[in-house]
């Protein structure tokens, strides 16, 4: 937007922890999501008898009886119990008896980052595949063992920068533990590693895995000692460009069927694949690397023997020499050939349903026959080849939810969910977000083919929202406008998404473009529109997060970036609130881009249509702002001053963060306590369905 807009506010607070929870549960900060859920229940943790997988022990160096320890087999002589909450997790983990520990639903991390730290004795398994841990992941220290780490999905406390020196937030950290077993999970977009073995830990089995999204993936060594032994089979490592592992000092490096893919095309590039360093021994069989660079490489003092591995487009180093060890030795395993890896990992590894799933069948059984999956694929092998001719299939006033399953790939089409289409999910089937993007390139100019008249900036949505209850995840929505190329074009508004409807929840997507970007409106401007959107990216440079509605921005990343012509300047927010509602709230997040230093404001006020009776409001707390935020990070817009709407921070961080002035107000603590995520979502909990 730049002099435009269509859009509202609320007033009433409470207090802020995880996700916007009632106030019953705010304390113990946890939201329930994914396809197995255990409906939420004020109650801290239940426990049940163990479940016939809780048995199960570890296969590879995890299973070789040594240190005091006969292999790794968890917490399967406790109890077992069910934890919703991170209060809840941290309580079980730490204790000093052992336990299952079922994680049914999903825990977000507070503070971004947090690891927490697990006792000897433990597993902790997902139910089904809706076990997720978001933005922090699990510390074992010197002297852990017995600890199994299954089904889970650990993902999202990156922090924006790519390289990431400053935040040491792993998904798995282990300093000093052994026999431990990570099995069956889906490991992403982390600020530092998905796997860390360090410090001598040893007797590791990691397996079934997969490991995608993330620069330095999987990191082992750390002393000089030649300590550690280590078994990594079935793992597929997926967009990661280096540590893929790097294997520093282990005594014995087992790898096996492992898939190492660099998909072309994509913004991450592998560095290196299998790297053996210092004094390690590695066996690396039957393995099949595709499109990596630099797969396997070793150190002059390290050892690699290879045998059976595929290398198909693989470019650089690939490198073996010196003997190693006889993994069966140690432990019995079974090879399976190295051509059916990518298909075998493709569809095997993270997270399954069939483990630790405790949902009754009574409730599953609901949940089938309340939910329908309509498929959409490019490549024809699915219901439907466009998004908008699945939307079209689901029955008008539909009383219950609608999944559209979108496959991998870029479809071009505008979309629109009409207003008589509720309880509709977008879901990307890929392995990340960027695997599924629907993109246009639609701007407020760009004629209509009927001839009448030009789309405006609503109508250039790539896909507009119009039905309450929408939910959208794991996927790209994107708008291509190239405004270098349409400088004869008057109105490059170009909006990608726009939400004109309440309860929408965006959880792990990319929203896209240049000028307003993200447009979160309501139905009307007495209409409430309540819009989460959570572990996400949202991507502009010209008041590219706007409207009327009541909107968070919560544990995401905000990136800023140059104009068409290479300058640098822009503003994040422009809201449109009415009167005596919430606008928009930017908590817990990053905000930063490649673009110049002190040239972006952090919001203006719009009066849509010069409507004097708005009250635009934008609270931006507890975020990291780099150094492209103004020292006076508001200002006046279409002759309206801010300083006569709502515009305010609280305990940002950060080279863009300041102290309190006239022109760049703080709420205190007592106001700061009535402007939460909770107070912003109105006794709306966002739950994914």
Same mark, same amino acid.
């Given at each position: 937007m730049s002099e435009h807009r269509s859009t509202a506010r609320h007033r009433r607070p409470g207090k802020f922890l995880a996700v916007g929870l009632p106030l019953a549960l705010t304390a113990a900060g946890a939201l329930v999501y994914g396809t197995d859920v255990v409906p939420q229940r004020a109650s801290a943790a239940t426990t049940a008898a163990a479940p016939a997988w809780a048995t199960a022990t570890a296969d590879g160096f995890a299973s070789v009886d040594a240190l005091g320890q006969n292999g790794t087999y968890g917490g399967r002589d406790g109890r077992t119990v069910t934890v919703r909450t991170q209060a809840d997790l941290e309580k079980y983990a730490t204790a000093a008896e052992p336990y299952v520990i079922v994680v049914a639903g999903t825990i977000m991390? #507070?503070?971004v980052g947090k690891e927490v730290k697990v006792a000897s004795d433990k597993t902790i398994v997902g139910s089904g595949t809706s076990g997720h841990i978001v933005g922090g992941g699990f510390f074992l220290g010197q002297g852990v063992h017995n600890v199994i780490i299954r089904n889970l999905t650990i993902r999202d406390a990156y922090q924006g920068v790519w390289n990431d020196k400053d935040h040491d937030y792993d998904a798995i950290q282990m300093d000093g533990a052994h026999h431990v077993w990570i099995d069956h999970n889906d490991l992403r977009n982390m600020a530092d590693g998905l796997i860390d073995v360090r410090k001598d830990s040893t007797y590791v089995t990691v397996s079934w895995n997969r490991l995608s999204q993330n620069n330095k993936t999987f990191g082992i060594g750390w002393t000089e000692n030649v300590t550690t032994d280590i078994t990594i089979h079935h793992n597929w490592f997926r967009e990661t460009e280096q540590r893929n592992p790097s294997t520093d000092n282990a005594a014995h490096a087992h790898l096996y069927n492992n898939f190492l893919e660099d998909v072309a095309g994509t913004s991450i590039n592998s560095s290196y694949g299998n790297y053996s360093r210092g004094g390690t021994r590695m066996v690396l069989e039957n393995s099949y690397f595709q499109g990596m660079r630099n797969p396997v490489i070793k150190d002059a003092t390290a050892t690699v023997v290879q045998r059976g591995n595929v290398f198909s487009g693989t470019s650089g180093r690939n490198e073996s020499g010196g003997t190693a060890f006889d993994p069966k030795a140690y432990y019995a395993y079974t090879l399976d050939k190295a051509a059916d890896v990518p298909s075998l990992l493709k569809s095997g590894t993270g997270p399954r349903s069939s483990i630790g799933t405790t949902a009754s069948a009574a409730e599953a059984s609901t949940k089938a026959a309340a939910a329908t999956t309509l498929t959409v694929a490019k490549d024809g092998s699915g219901q439907y080849r466009t998004v908008q001719a699945a939307v079209n299939a689901v029955p008008a006033n539909n009383a219950s939810r609608v999944v559209i399953s979108i496959k991998p790939g870029t479809y071009r089409e505008t979309v629109r969910v009409p207003s008589n289409k509720p309880h509709v999910t977008f879901q990307g089937t890929g392995g990340s977000r960027k695997d599924t993007v629907i993109v246009y390139n639609n701007a407020a100019g760009t004629p209509k083919p009927d001839g009448s008249g030009t789309y405006g900036t609503s109508g250039s949505a790539t896909v507009a929202v119009e039905a309450d209850d929408f939910q959208a995840r794991n996927l790209t929505v994107s708008n291509d406008f190239d405004e270098g190329a349409n400088q004869s074009l008057s109105g490059h508004q170009a909006?990608?998404? $726009? +939400?004109?409807?309440?309860?929408? !929840?965006? *959880?792990?997507?990319?929203?896209?473009?240049?000028? *307003?970007?993200? !447009?979160?409106? +309501?139905?009307?401007?007495?209409? !409430?529109? $309540?819009?989460?959107?959570? #572990?996400?990216?949202?991507?502009?440079?010209?008041?590219?997060?706007?409207?009327r509605a009541t909107a968070v921005i919560d544990r995401s990343v905000i990136t800023l970036k140059k104009r068409w012509d290479g300058t640098s300047a822009g503003y994040v927010t422009a809201?449109?609130?009415?009167?005596?509602r919430k606008g928009i709230l930017i908590a817990n997040s990053t905000v930063g881009g490649a673009v110049s230093d002190r040239t972006f404001y952090l919001g203006r006020p719009w009066h849509a249509g010069g409507d004097a009776s708005l009250d635009p409001q934008t609270t931006v707390r507890n975020t990291s702002l780099s150094a492209a935020v103004r020292t006076t990070p508001w200002t006046d817009m279409s002759g309206f001053s801010w300083k006569d709407d709502r515009f305010a921070e609280y305990r940002n961080t950060?080279?863009?963060?300041?102290?309190?002035?006239? #022109? $760049?107000?703080? !709420?205190?603590?007592?106001?700061?306590?009535?402007?939460?995520?909770a107070d912003w979502l109105a006794g709306w909990t966002p739950t994914a369905s």
């Open positions: 991390m #507070n503070p909006v990608a998404l $726009r +939400t004109a409807a309440d309860k929408v !929840l965006l *959880d792990g997507v990319i929203v896209e473009g240049d000028q *307003d970007t993200l !447009l979160l409106d +309501t139905a009307a401007k007495d209409k !409430l529109g $309540r819009v989460y959107v959570t #572990n996400s990216y949202v991507v502009g440079n010209v008041d590219f997060i706007f409207g809201p449109s609130t009415a009167a005596n950060g080279a863009g963060s300041g102290t309190a002035s006239s #022109n $760049r107000p703080h !709420l205190t603590d007592a106001q700061a306590a009535d402007q939460e995520v």
